[in-house]
């Protein structure tokens, strides 16, 4: 999920989290996910998510290679 500034990435496989600034960081080389100064973003982007997963009757499958 991103928005005109931040990219906020979720690895479904293993609940990890990444936050980047592409204004400052296009190469996305710093994740910011647990930066308090990225919180508000983090937070705005997350909700974001949840509302996207909420209001999608059907998400897109999970490769099966990544299903345990």
Do not use: G, M
């Not at 496989?13 to 100064?37: C, Q, V």
């Amino acid at each position: 999920v991103r928005d005109d500034r931040y990219k906020l990435v979720h690895y479904l496989t293993t609940d990890r989290w990444e936050l980047y600034d592409l204004a400052e960081d296009p190469n996305e080389t710093a994740n910011l996910i647990a930066s308090e100064n990225a919180r508000p973003a983090r937070q705005r982007l997350q909700d974001a998510l949840a509302t996207w997963l909420a209001d999608t009757p059907q998400h897109p499958p999970i490769p099966r290679e990544f299903i345990w």
